[in-house]
C-alpha cells in the first residue's frame, strides 16, 4: 500500500520557520518524484516545490524561491519541505504527493497521477 503522511504543520508569527516532513512507504524515491502543494478552500492548488526521481532537479513556484528548501533523505524515505521567513499569504493546508518517474513540471502531472498525503495545516499570522 502506498502511504504519504505529512507532519509539522503549526501557527507561526510572519517571518518565522516551520519544517514540514512527509514520510512516505510503498514506492521508493528511485522510481517516484515527490512534490510539495498547498491549497486554501476556495482557491486553485498550488504546486509550491518538487523534486525528481533522481533528485538532480528541483522546482519551485515563484513566491517561495529564496524561502522554501525541499529536500529528501533517502534512507529515512522522507520528503521535507524548510519554510523560512513565513508570511501571511503562506497560509494553507500543505500536502505532499509522488507521481511515477519525472515530467519536469510541479502540477497538472501530479494531479492526474500522484498519490497524496492528508495534509498538514499551516497557520501564518500578523
Known amino acids: 500500500q502506498v502511504q504519504l503522511v505529512e507532519s509539522g504543520g503549526g501557527s507561526v508569527q510572519a517571518g518565522g520557520s516551520l519544517k514540514l516532513s512527509c514520510t512516505v512507504s510503498g514506492i521508493s524515491f528511485e522510481d517516484y518524484s515527490g512534490g510539495w502543494f498547498r491549497h486554501i478552500p476556495g482557491k486553485e492548488r498550488e504546486g509550491v516545490a518538487c523534486?525528481?526521481?533522481?533528485?538532480?532537479?528541483?522546482l519551485y513556484t515563484d513566491s517561495v524561491k529564496g524561502r522554501f528548501t525541499l529536500s529528501r533523505d533517502i534512507a529515512k524515505n522522507t520528503l521535507y519541505l524548510e519554510m523560512n521567513n513565513l508570511k501571511p499569504e503562506d497560509t494553507a493546508r500543505y500536502y505532499c504527493a509522488a507521481a511515477p518517474r519525472w515530467r519536469e513540471q510541479c502540477g497538472g502531472y501530479y494531479y492526474i497521477n500522484g498519490y497524496w498525503g492528508q495534509g498538514t495545516p499551516v497557520t501564518v499570522s500578523s
Open positions: 523534486i525528481s526521481n533522481s533528485g538532480e532537479t528541483i
